[in-house]
């Protein structure tokens, strides 16, 4: 009998490591909105935008805040000017040298990418300084992408500890001390670099793992340039270019297959790449899928693709029938790794929006040793994209 107590204070020891490790799962930050990510809950101080002060707040729910921060609100004008709130109906304003910040729960070790939205206001050269120490990235936001005034970026982050801190900082110095980027709708998402197909070189030639994507938005996340391959927000590539690459889903965009999608936009200041493992000497060919996004984007439209010393252009003839057009290069390896990369050959802006800038989509890139394929890649393409048209065809005539 006196060994029971024993055996059940064992029993409670277990009980109660399982709900301390259940805990810390639960507080491991989630893919989706950081807490207040999108600034709707309440803010205290003179800054709220119905009091129009832009003293700035004293506190804002689930962030850390120094200096000029200002809650400001969907209608908020300054001057003639008016504020734009990405999502909702309130975002956050950075005066200068201003800072929010928010500690979360990681993973040790794991890769995480940290979406937002952000609009410029006073200047046309604001920036935005984006951290989880110890990486950092300064955000460039002279260009607008879109004419709604906001644009969505994604940034990427190893995590070095389980426990970090996500800041936001205006590094600008305006005239006036309350001008500054406005950010809104921050969330988070663990992304992990996909395996490779088998016979494929190309890592996450699909593009579908990448950032967090907006559920509800038709705004896709821009890419910017980032030259650390381990920690890109669209594992196994790199942009490499002056200007971001649009990263879209099904949900918003036409896709040639799958979830998700790269449209090239800015011409050659837009340029996707990502360097393959090859055997020198041996012969390759580099395949991908070639489409448009659906988003009324001005013709012509064409890519110039490169796979090592190897580049063509693709001009998109928008078939009456398939929503895409399978191309190829074909190479012979001159080193152990090889560079493959895509840009656009013009500069497109949309039919319905000349202040939009769009391009061509590309999808589903491949990479295949020749000499250890069974079928050409090409005749895969051509076969699957005759299979496709007849399907549609028959359907269509099935319709009439």
Not at 84 to 112: C, D, F, W
Not at 218 to 240: K, R
Not at 327 to 354: E, H, L, M
Request: with cysteine; aromatic share 8%.
């Amino acid at each position: 009998m006196g060994k029971i107590p024993v055996f059940r204070s064992f029993q409670t020891s277990i009980l109660v490591l399982t709900l301390l490790r259940s805990f810390d799962a639960m507080v491991l930050a989630e893919d989706g909105l950081l807490s207040n990510g999108d600034f709707e809950s309440s803010a205290s101080g003179n800054g709220t935008w119905q009091q129009g002060t832009g003293d700035g707040v004293e506190s804002l729910d689930s962030w850390s805040i120094q200096g000029t921060v200002e809650y400001v609100g969907d209608g908020q004008r300054q001057g003639n000017m008016l504020l734009v709130v990405p999502e909702g109906r309130h975002a956050a304003r950075l005066g200068n040298e201003a800072q929010i910040s928010q500690g979360i729960k990681v993973e040790k070790g794991s890769t995480y990418s940290l979406t937002f939205a952000a609009a410029r206001t006073c200047a046309q050269l604001e920036s935005l300084n984006i951290s989880v120490p110890p990486a950092s990235r300064n955000m460039d936001l002279q260009t607008l992408y879109s004419s709604r005034g906001w644009d969505a970026y994604a940034w990427a982050f190893q995590a070095l500890s389980d426990d970090a801190e996500v800041a936001f900082r205006n590094t600008g110095m305006e005239e006036d001390p309350t001008c500054g980027p406005i950010i809104d709708a921050i969330a988070l998402k663990q992304i992990t670099t996909p395996e490779k197909d088998k016979g494929n070189l190309v890592v996450n030639g699909d593009f579908e793992e990448g950032p967090w994507m907006y559920r509800n938005v038709s705004a896709g996340v821009l890419l910017p340039t980032n030259l650390d391959v381990t920690t890109s927000p669209l594992p196994g590539w790199i942009v490499e270019s002056n200007k971001a690459v649009r990263y879209i889903d099904s949900d918003h965009y036409t896709v040639p297959e799958g979830k998700r999608a790269v449209e090239l936009l800015a011409g050659k200041e837009g340029i996707i790449s990502q360097m393959v493992d090859t055997e020198p000497g041996t012969k390759y060919t580099m395949s991908f899928l070639l489409g448009n996004a659906g988003n009324k984007c001005q013709t012509p439209m064409a890519v110039m693709a490169f796979a090592g010393d190897q580049a063509d252009n693709f001009h998109y003839s928008a078939p009456a029938i398939r929503i895409y057009e399978p191309n190829n290069v074909t190479f012979t390896a001159k080193a152990q790794r090889t560079r493959i990369a895509f840009y656009s050959i013009y500069y497109n802006t949309r039919t319905d929006d000349r202040s939009s800038l769009c391009g061509p989509v590309i999808d589903e890139v491949k990479v295949v040793d020749l000499s250890k394929s069974s079928a050409d890649p090409r005749s895969f393409f051509t076969v699957y994209g005759l299979l496709s048209s007849l399907l549609v065809g028959l359907s269509v005539c099935l319709c009439l």
